[in-house]
C-alpha cells in the first residue's frame, strides 16, 4: 500500500483501497491498541498548529503516547521563531531534524503543499485554511463504516457552511469513491463552491442544492452538520447574516427516517441544540472519538511499522 512515507496533503492522492485499508488498519487499532503500545517507541511526532484545535491536536498527540512514541510541536505561533519573521519552509526544514513526521495546521489555503516542500519528513495536513482536511475525513468515513456496516449508496446532507468548511470538501471527495447521492443545504452564499460541484459532475456523482433542510431531510441517511467557519470571513456583518440560519432542535427528528444519523466535526456553535445529544440518531462524538484510533493506524502507515 502507498502510506509508507508519503505525505498526507489532500484526500485525492489516496485511492479508494487506500482508504478503505486504513479504516480497516483503525478498526484493528481500536480493538487492540494495547497490543501496539510499543510500536512507536523512538518516534517523534510533531504537531505545528499555526489554527486553533482541540481534537485534531490533542488525537494525534494521544495517539502518538498511546503507541509509545513522543511530541514536540506548539499549539500557537506566539512562542516560535515565526514571529521573528521565519517562513513556513525554513520551520519545516528544521523540524524535520527533529521529528519523524510533522502534522501542521495553518489558515492559508495550499499551506500544508508548501510545507512539504520545505520538509524531509512527511508531512500530515490537519487543515489548510478552507482548503482540505484529510485527517478529518478518514475519521468521518471510518464513523460511516462502523455506523452503516457500509460506505456504498448512501445519501448524504451537507448542512451549514459548505463554502468554507473543509472537511466538507475532503469528505465528498472520498465519499464519492462509494457511489453516494449528496444533498447541499446551505444559503446561497455558503454553498459548495463550483470548483468542487464541476469536479463531482465530471465523476458523474449525483447531487442537488437546496437551501431547505425540511424539503430533503426524509431522504437522507446522514446529515453532516458544520459551524459556519466565522474565522475564514473578513467582514463581521456578513458573519452575521448566516449565523444560525440552521439550528437543529429534537423535533428536527419529526421530519428524518428514524435510521438518520447526524454528525458534525465539530466544534459546534449553535447549529445543534444539546437536546439532540442523547438521540440515537447523533453521532458527533463517537466521531469525535474515532480520532484517536483513525490518527494512530495512519502514523504506524506512515512510518512503516504495520502494512
Ligand atoms: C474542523 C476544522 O478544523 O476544520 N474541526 C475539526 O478539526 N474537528 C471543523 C471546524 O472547525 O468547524
Redesign the pocket.
Known amino acids: 500500500m502507498t502510506f509508507k512515507g508519503k505525505d498526507v496533503i489532500a484526500i485525492e492522492d489516496f485511492s479508494k483501497e487506500d482508504i478503505v485499508k486504513l479504516i480497516d488498519t483503525a478498526q484493528d487499532f481500536e480493538k487492540n491498541m494495547e497490543k501496539y503500545k510499543t510500536l512507536l517507541n523512538g518516534n517523534v511526532i510533531a504537531t505545528l498548529f499555526f489554527e486553533p ?1 482541540t ?2 491536536r490533542m488525537s494525534f498527540q494521544a495517539a502518538t503516547y498511546r503507541l509509545g512514541g513522543g511530541v514536540v510541536g506548539f499549539s500557537s505561533i506566539s512562542t516560535t521563531s515565526l514571529t521573528k519573521g521565519e517562513t513556513l519552509k525554513d520551520t519545516m526544514r528544521i523540524v524535520s531534524g527533529y521529528a519523524d513526521i510533522i502534522v501542521v ?1 495553518h489558515p492559508k489555503a495550499g499551506a500544508a503543499k508548501e510545507a512539504s516542500e520545505g520538509s524531509t519528513v512527511p508531512i500530515v495536513n490537519a ?1 489548510d485554511g478552507a482548503n482540505e ?1 484529510p485527517t ?1 475525513t478518514f475519521l468521518d468515513v471510518y464513523t460511516i463504516k462502523k455506523e452503516f456496516g457500509k460506505l456504498e449508496g448512501l445519501k448524504i446532507g451537507f448542512l451549514g457552511d459548505l463554502k468554507n ?3 466538507v470538501h475532503s469528505l465528498t471527495k472520498a465519499m464519492s469513491h462509494f457511489k453516494p447521492e449528496f444533498h447541499f443545504i446551505a444559503t446561497e452564499s455558503l454553498q459548495m463552491p463550483d470548483k468542487y460541484l464541476k469536479e463531482l459532475d465530471s465523476k458523474g456523482i449525483k447531487y442537488k442544492k437546496t437551501a431547505d433542510l425540511l424539503s430533503v431531510s426524509k431522504e437522507l441517511d446522514i446529515l453532516y452538520v ?2 459556519v ?1 466565522k474565522e475564514r470571513f473578513t467582514n463581521q456583518e456578513e458573519y452575521d447574516k448566516v449565523k444560525g440560519l440552521y439550528i437543529l432542535k429534537k423535533d428536527f427528528l419529526k421530519h428524518t427516517k428514524p435510521e438518520l444519523r447526524i454528525m458534525h ?3 459546534r456553535v449553535d447549529e445543534i441544540d444539546p437536546e439532540l445529544d442523547d438521540a440515537k440518531q447523533s453521532i458527533y462524538f463517537e466521531e ?1 472519538r474515532n480520532g484517536l484510533p483513525v490518527r494512530a493506524a495512519l502514523l504506524a502507515l506512515i512510518l512503516g511499522k504495520v502494512e
Request: aromatic share 0%; hydrophobic share 10%.
Open positions: 484545535s481534537r485534531t495546521r487543515g482536511h478529518q468548511g473543509r472537511t458544520t459551524r467557519q466535526p465539530l466544534p469525535a
